[in-house]
């Protein structure tokens, strides 16, 4: 157990619907990272923040959006969905922006 | 443009049959590469940091390289719980926690 939970821990949806990824980092990790993962592209850099602030953004989509919290949890928003959407959401945390430990992740269907 | 190359993408062996995995890099500024198991369905599990050319881990059966180029992660004497896909990633020098990660090799251990 890494110490990063995410819920919930599948999804199934329709196309064009809006959903909401939740992730709790390690206690003291002020970083939190978001992370795609499918079958043909690998595990993808999505998004990072520490301490409430954006500190990184990778290839991610417009109709994609992050937040954290100041109790430092993390919310990952989705909307307007596509089929291409489907894949493994995960979350990591790190206490120094280096090793990162990741959740078990979300599994996203849009059907 | 940081990149990470693994090789082979899969790999079979007996119980016992030792062999090694390998990432190639190449990346501005190594602040770290890491070395991560993952199984089907589940979220990447941390194995190992290493910071520098020359550096290696430990760690049961498994003992991580590095070298200016590439790293290499080896399996002595595999037992099939072994079997995960395994992943490298690397930290480049921008100010951020972002890894690139390779595809992975997926490692079938058959007892």
């Known amino acids: 157990d890494s110490g990063v939970t995410q819920t919930p821990k599948h999804l199934i949806t329709a196309t064009g619907q809006r959903v909401t990824l939740r992730c709790s980092p390690r206690?003291?990790?002020?970083?939190v990272y978001w992370y795609q993962q499918s079958l043909d592209q690998g595990l993808q850099f999505l998004i990072q923040?520490?301490?409430?602030?954006?500190?990184a953004k990778g290839n991610i989509l417009e109709r994609f959006s992050a937040q954290q919290f100041p109790d430092l949890h993390s919310e990952l928003n989705l909307s307007s969905l596509e089929l291409g959407d489907s894949a493994l959401y995960f979350c990591?945390?790190?206490?120094?922006?280096?090793?990162?430990?990741f959740g078990q992740g979300t599994r996203l269907t849009v059907v | 443009e940081d990149q990470v190359t693994q090789s082979p993408e899969a790999l079979r062996l007996q119980e016992g049959e030792s062999s090694s995995l390998n990432c190639s890099y190449t990346?501005?500024?190594?602040?770290?590469l890491f070395w991560y198991r993952q199984d089907p369905g589940k979220g990447p599990e941390f194995l190992f940091t290493?910071?520098?050319a020359g550096e290696e881990k430990e760690k049961e059966r498994l003992k991580a390289t590095l070298t200016k180029k590439e790293s290499f992660l080896h399996i002595t004497a595999p037992k099939p719980e072994d079997s995960a896909t395994y992943l490298c990633?690397?930290?480049?020098?921008?100010?951020?926690?972002?890894?690139?990660f390779g595809q992975g090799t997926t490692l079938q251990v058959k007892p």
């Open positions: 990346v501005s500024g190594l602040r770290g």
């Open positions: 923040y520490y301490n409430g602030e954006e500190r």
């Open positions: 990591a945390s790190s206490p120094d922006n280096r090793e990162a430990f």
């Open positions: 290493l910071y520098s």
């Open positions: 206690s003291g990790d002020l970083s």
């Open positions: 990633a690397v930290l480049g020098s921008s100010n951020t926690g972002k890894l690139i």
